[in-house]
Every structure is written in C-alpha cells, then in structure tokens.
C-alpha cells in the first residue's frame, strides 16, 4: 500500500484517486476548486458502483470503502504530506503546472515521485531541479478505471529505480504501462488519436460528412478489427505489397494542421462543451451521472467480452 496523492479532482483526477484506491493504496485528492472537489466524490462513487456491479471491482466494496481508501483535502501541502507518488492531473496549462510543480518543490516530502497525466506537454522543463531524479509522466486514458493503458516516459534526470517503481505499482494494479524510452509529445496512442482527430475535424470543417456520419464510419469500418487485429495484424491480413502501393501512390495526404476547427470554435463559443454541459458534437440531455454510467456500463461489456475472445495482435496476442 502507498500514499498517494491526485492533484486535480476534475474528469481524470476523480476517477485517477478511484484507481489508485482500488489497487490498494491510500489516496488524498485535491483540487483549487472545492466545487469540483466535492463534486468528486459523487462521480467517485457512481463510477465504483457500476463497476462493482459489473464485476470490475469487488463486490464488498462500498462508498465506505472508498471514503476510508480516498480523503479529500482542500489544502495542497495537507494532500501531499507523507505522499509516496503525487499524480499531477491539473489543467494542460504549462504555466499551471510549472506554478504546481513550484509549490510541490516546497511542501512534498523530498522523495516523492511526481507522475504527470498530462496528454501532450513535455513538462519536464516545467519541473524543478530538485523533483527531476523522480519525475515522469504517467499519462492515462478516459476512464482510467477501465483503460489499462498507461504511457511512461521517465524525465530525463529521473532515477531508473523510481520510474520502475511506479511502473511496477502500476502493473501490480493489473494496469498496462508501456514504457517510453524518452517524450514524444503524444506518445503512441494519443499520436495516433491526435492524427484522427485531424482528419476527422478536416471532414467535418469541410462538410464532407456529419459527426456522426463520421463516428458511424469509425465503428462500423474500423473500431470492429481494432481490439483483433490492431494496424499491423490488419494490414497483414490486407497484404503488404498492397499497403506498399497506397504508399507508393501517395493515396493520402494528411491535412494541414490548423491549430484549430471553426466547428469546434463554434461549439464551445455557444457553450457545447461536451457530456457535463448537456451538449457537444451531440446533445446530450440526461444527467452526466447517467450518461458516464451508460458508457461504463457498455465499456465494461466490451472490455469482459475481449477478454473471452482474445486478440490476435498486440503483447498478448494468441493467434
Ligand atoms: N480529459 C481527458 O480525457 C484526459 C485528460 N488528460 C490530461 O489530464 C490532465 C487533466 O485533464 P482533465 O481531468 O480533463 O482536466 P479538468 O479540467 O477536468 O480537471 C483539471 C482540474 O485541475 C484543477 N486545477 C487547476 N489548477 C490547479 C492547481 N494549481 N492545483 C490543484 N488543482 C488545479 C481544476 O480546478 C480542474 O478541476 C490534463 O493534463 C489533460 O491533458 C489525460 C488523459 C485524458
Ligand atoms: O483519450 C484520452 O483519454 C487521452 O488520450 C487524452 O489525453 C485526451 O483525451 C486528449 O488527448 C484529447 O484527446
């Protein structure tokens, strides 16, 4: 068991502590905001009662489980005192995480590892002298309590035996860390989601075809051989030389990047930010509650189901 602190209580944050939490470790949580901190543990609690009663965590435990395993603190240096690892999951804000990282140098217990969630940044420059030798990005997928994967990129000062460490926690959760030997911006699945994101926010800027015409195309074209057969099972079973001559032909050319998407631009300006303000690329009217439960629920299905068929791709492939 570890101590261990989430700085950050908002969409990866509360489900970080509920993580940590049920791989057996004694978690405080904090967040500048104390609404989205006490809103925490609400979706805390929600997001454990649909795992246990889909079998993704154990049956006896109870929000009183999670209230012993999870404090929630308003005070930085309280949430970090005597914390083993303090996972960063604040806003993809460097200059935020530069000022965090400043005041952790000053309260957190000289050995604490610092793990960053952050999706893209290369934060090590962020972080001060001292934290180097335990620094490093931990990097998860929405929601973490159901996505095994978890990027780490050790910093460039950071001990061999700290990164281990955490990696080892990890892997002792029955998570999946894939280790980076140094930062790429991205890592490998978010690079290759970002590339995604690009071509779909293309087609839709474009008006080649509506988002859900295009999130249609996703899971009835691609998302089925995904789990099986990855990229390069797939482009096995399609033959080389074809993927050879796609190349060669220069089929694809990937949009120029932007650095932004006037239909995105426009959602956020009217205020459709997405599930928790009842609408974004979709309206979504239920309560978010609801609506987190929903997708946890079908996650769960998918994520028992691969387990029962197996993947023909990957580390763990049994082709
Ligand atoms: N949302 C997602 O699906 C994913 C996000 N990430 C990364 O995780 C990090 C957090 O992202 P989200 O949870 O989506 O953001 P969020 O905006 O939902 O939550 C961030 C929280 O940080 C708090 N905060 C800001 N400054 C703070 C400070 N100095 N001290 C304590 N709390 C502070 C805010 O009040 C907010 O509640 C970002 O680096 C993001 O790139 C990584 C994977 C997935
Ligand atoms: O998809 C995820 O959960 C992560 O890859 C993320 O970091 C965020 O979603 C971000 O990259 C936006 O896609």
Same mark, same amino acid.
């Given at each position: 068991?570890?101590?261990?602190?989430? @700085?950050?209580?908002?969409?990866?944050?509360?489900?970080?502590?509920?993580?940590?939490?049920?791989?057996?470790?004694?978690?405080?949580?904090?967040? %500048?905001?104390? &609404?989205?901190?006490?809103?925490?543990?609400?979706?805390?609690?929600?997001? $454990?009662?649909? $795992?246990?009663?889909?079998?993704?965590?154990?049956?006896?435990?109870?929000?009183?489980?999670?209230?012993?395993?999870?404090?929630?603190?308003?005070?930085? &240096?309280?949430?970090?005192?005597?914390?083993?690892?303090?996972?960063?999951?604040?806003?993809?804000?460097?200059?935020?995480?530069?000022?965090?990282?400043?005041?952790?140098?000053?309260?957190?217990?000289?050995?604490?590892?610092?793990?960053?969630?952050?999706?893209? $940044?290369?934060?090590?420059?962020?972080?001060?002298?001292?934290?180097?030798?335990?620094?490093? #990005?931990?990097?998860?997928?929405?929601?973490?309590?159901?996505?095994?994967?978890?990027?780490?990129?050790?910093?460039?000062?950071?001990?061999?035996?700290?990164?281990?460490?955490?990696?080892?926690? *990890?892997?002792?959760?029955?998570?999946?860390? *894939?280790?980076? /030997?140094?930062?790429?911006?991205?890592?490998?699945?978010?690079? #290759?989601?970002?590339?995604?994101?690009? &071509?779909?926010?293309?087609?839709?800027?474009?008006?080649?075809?509506?988002?859900?015409?295009?999130?249609?195309? @996703?899971?009835?074209?691609?998302? *089925?051989? *995904?789990? #099986?057969?990855?990229?390069?099972?797939?482009?096995?079973?399609?033959?080389?030389?074809?993927?050879?001559?796609?190349?060669?032909? /220069?089929?694809?050319?990937?949009?120029?990047?932007?650095?932004? %998407?006037?239909?995105?631009?426009?959602?956020?300006?009217?205020?459709?930010?997405?599930?928790?303000?009842?609408?974004?690329?979709?309206?979504?009217?239920?309560?978010?509650?609801?609506?987190?439960?929903?997708?946890?629920?079908?996650?769960?299905?998918? /994520?028992?189901?691969?387990?029962?068929?197996?993947?023909?791709?990957?580390?763990?492939?049994?082709?």
């Amino acid at each position: 068991m570890a101590r261990v602190a989430v @700085i950050g209580a908002g969409t990866m944050g509360h489900a970080l502590a509920l993580v940590f939490a049920l791989g057996g470790h004694r978690v405080r949580l904090t967040d %500048s905001n104390p &609404e989205t901190l006490a809103k925490a543990q609400g979706l805390m609690e929600t997001a $454990l009662a649909t $795992l246990v009663e889909g079998g993704e965590a154990p049956k006896d435990w109870t929000s009183g489980h999670l209230a012993q395993a999870v404090t929630r603190h308003e005070s930085l &240096e309280e949430a970090v005192d005597g914390a083993e690892l303090i996972v960063e999951a604040i806003i993809e804000v460097p200059e935020a995480k530069r000022a965090l990282y400043e005041r952790l140098d000053a309260c957190a217990p000289p050995d604490a590892a610092i793990a960053s969630n952050t999706s893209h $940044l290369d934060v090590f420059p962020l972080i001060p002298a001292a934290r180097q030798r335990r620094a490093m #990005i931990a990097h998860w997928y929405t929601p973490p309590y159901l996505v095994d994967l978890v990027d780490m990129i050790p910093g460039p000062q950071c001990e061999p035996a700290a990164f281990e460490q955490v990696f080892g926690m *990890l892997k002792a959760m029955g998570k999946q860390p *894939l280790g980076l /030997k140094k930062f790429v911006p991205g890592y490998v699945a978010n690079r #290759i989601q970002a590339a995604i994101g690009l &071509e779909v926010q293309h087609l839709l800027d474009e008006g080649v075809a509506t988002a859900p015409e295009i999130d249609a195309a @996703i899971i009835h074209g691609l998302a *089925l051989r *995904l789990p #099986i057969l990855g990229y390069y099972a797939k482009a096995d079973f399609t033959g080389l030389p074809l993927m050879q001559a796609v190349g060669r032909n /220069k089929s694809y050319t990937p949009p120029e990047p932007r650095g932004s %998407s006037p239909v995105l631009d426009r959602l956020v300006a009217e205020g459709r930010t997405g599930v928790l303000a009842g609408a974004g690329y979709y309206d979504w009217p239920d309560d978010p509650a609801k609506l987190f439960e929903a997708r946890d629920r079908r996650l769960i299905a998918l /994520k028992q189901a691969m387990r029962e068929i197996g993947t023909m791709a990957g580390l763990e492939r049994d082709a």
